[in-house]
């Protein structure tokens, strides 16, 4: 039990330096016997299950007779039957396809609890369907998993699910794709496994340096969750800069204020609405962050431009400015929920270093100026010295 508690907190230390928001419940299996137990005795008493030596089986024939199992896998259950083949230890099931719903435990089974059909402990899917209604209810609209889940686990959770309560858990099923390292699958035989935690230091003998969480979380936004994820260190290198410019972006565009109406540009006013309507489209179709984040640098060469030229905000009208600066935010902080690895108090330092390094190169103190860009540039900052005044980024 301590091993598995000291899991959960290394892993929920890495979930909060990923900006991952925290679940309000996290049930337990073990937790809920119960719920589990009153779930199986409604498939039994609907007919699609059946006890056999102490364990309790869903009939999966029986229940494939609606047209339902597979509808989710796309996989056609007479193929699978006729595929199948019997394998020892199975005699006790009516089907070879027919999973259990409780298990009888052996003598040296560690897991045991009593039930209608002896001891036992619950089997593989039954504890998502017990606890996903006592928490979310009859219906809820999104479940999410592995693609190595979505056959037979997740059709196993419709089928008991339907068989129980008589109709689907979940609207919709988003399966995420796999995580490859340098085009290979990632396994700890191969040597290529990696955690969120030596990542993050740097201390894997593939990795060449350390790459911070909001570096991560970028580069995972770039695929849509569907695609395969492929680590190396010239794709997480690529994100950390990318992920860099979004955020001087971010920061540029806070300090714009918008500049009386000039004279209308169309043009611009239509990039700009197009590159917004493009990031709402980009997530409403199946979630596809890649491109969104497309968008987002469409918007972000207008944001440079707009630095490099204040005056050119003129070209805009004002509901067009104000959408541009709202959606950007909007979707970086907190739809993309990307934030700003330097803490605050970093952030003032460096303001406060900037108004020092214009003081000393106004005054020509040239040895000071240097110093001051030694620490910028140690800290992954630059100076930017531009026609409109001089500002600061983050290294790219």
Not at 60 to 77: C, F, M, T
């Amino acid at each position: 039990m301590e091993v598995a508690q000291n899991y959960l907190n290394s892993y929920r230390e890495d979930m909060h330096l990923l900006n991952v928001l925290s679940p309000s419940i996290e049930p337990l299996a073990t937790g809920h016997i119960i719920e589990q137990q009153e779930l199986i005795k409604k498939i039994i008493d609907n007919g699609f299950a059946y006890e056999s030596n102490g364990s309790v089986y869903f009939n999966v024939e029986k229940y494939g007779q609606s047209g339902d199992y597979g509808k989710l896998s796309g996989r056609i259950l007479d193929e699978m039957i006729s595929n199948s083949r019997k394998l020892d230890g199975q005699d006790e099931k009516h089907g070879s396809l027919d999973f259990a719903l409780w298990k009888k435990a052996s003598p040296e089974h560690i897991m045991r609890w009593t039930s209608p059909w002896g001891e036992g402990f619950p089997g593989w899917h039954i504890e998502c369907s017990a606890m996903s209604r006592k928490y979310l209810g009859d219906y809820f609209d999104i479940h999410g998993g592995g693609m190595d889940l979505m056959f037979p686990h997740h059709e196993g959770e419709i089928a008991q699910n339907k068989a129980g309560y008589g109709h689907d858990l979940a609207k919709y099923w988003l399966h995420n794709n796999m995580v490859t390292v340098n085009g290979q699958k990632m396994g700890k035989s191969l040597g290529n496994f990696i955690t969120l935690k030596e990542i993050f230091s740097g201390k894997h003998e593939v990795l060449e340096k350390a790459y911070s969480p909001m570096t991560v979380r970028f580069f995972i936004l770039q695929a849509q969750y569907r695609s395969t994820v492929d680590f190396s260190n010239e794709a997480l290198k690529a994100a950390g800069k990318a992920y860099n410019r979004i955020m001087n972006g971010l920061r540029i565009l806070k300090q714009l204020s918008y500049i009386s109406k000039t004279a209308t540009n169309t043009e611009a006013i239509k990039n700009i609405k197009e590159a917004c309507d493009g990031c709402y489209s980009g997530m409403n179709d199946d979630f596809n962050t890649a491109v969104t984040i497309s968008h987002l640098f469409n918007l972000l060469k207008k944001i440079n431009a707009y630095q490099l030229n204040t005056s050119l905000i003129g070209e805009l009208d004002e509901k067009t400015f104000n959408r541009m600066k709202e959606t950007y935010r909007l979707f970086v902080e907190d739809i993309l929920g990307l934030v700003d690895e330097n803490p605050s108090d970093k952030v003032a330092l460096t303001e406060s270093l900037l108004e020092l390094y214009k003081e000393y190169k106004a005054d020509k103190q040239y040895n000071k100026v240097d110093q001051i860009r030694t620490w910028f540039k140690e800290q992954k900052l630059v100076i930017k010295d531009m026609k409109t005044g001089v500002t600061w980024a983050y290294e790219e």
